[in-house]
């Protein structure tokens, strides 16, 4: 069971970067998926979440209207296209997938993590 992120990097305030995450070893579309991210001396955050069908998407409110998630449930990939960047959206992002039943904007839901991918937005 493994999830690989990808796309991070440095972008300037006001760009864009696409995030993905491909995952192998268990039924990709069997699972609800979220983004967490971990910012320098934070607690990990969660940022959005989308069920297993893909019709429904839930976001932190700091990042709504910014992010979108989605998934390609035939590639095994989940996405988090990131518009608008700021420099407070800087932090480690982490792909999970959902594997025991509840709210999936909660972190005890995900019970598989990818490594994470830095993304680092400067001012």
């Known amino acids: 069971v493994q999830l690989v992120e990808s796309g991070g990097g440095l972008v300037q305030a006001g760009g864009s970067l696409r995030l993905s995450c491909v995952a192998s070893?268990?039924?990709?579309?069997?699972?609800?998926m979220g983004w967490f991210r971990q910012a320098p001396g934070k607690e990990r955050e969660w940022v959005s979440a989308i069920n297993i069908g893909g019709d429904n998407t839930y976001y932190v409110d700091s990042v709504k209207g910014r992010f979108t998630i989605s998934r390609d449930n035939g590639k095994n990939t989940l996405y988090l296209q990131m518009n608008s960047l700021k420099p407070e959206d800087t932090a480690v992002y982490y792909c999970a997938a959902g594997g025991t039943p509840g709210d999936i904007r909660l972190s005890q839901v995900y019970n598989t993590w990818g490594q994470g991918t830095q993304v680092t937005v400067s001012s």
């Open positions: 070893g268990f039924t990709f579309r069997n699972y609800p």
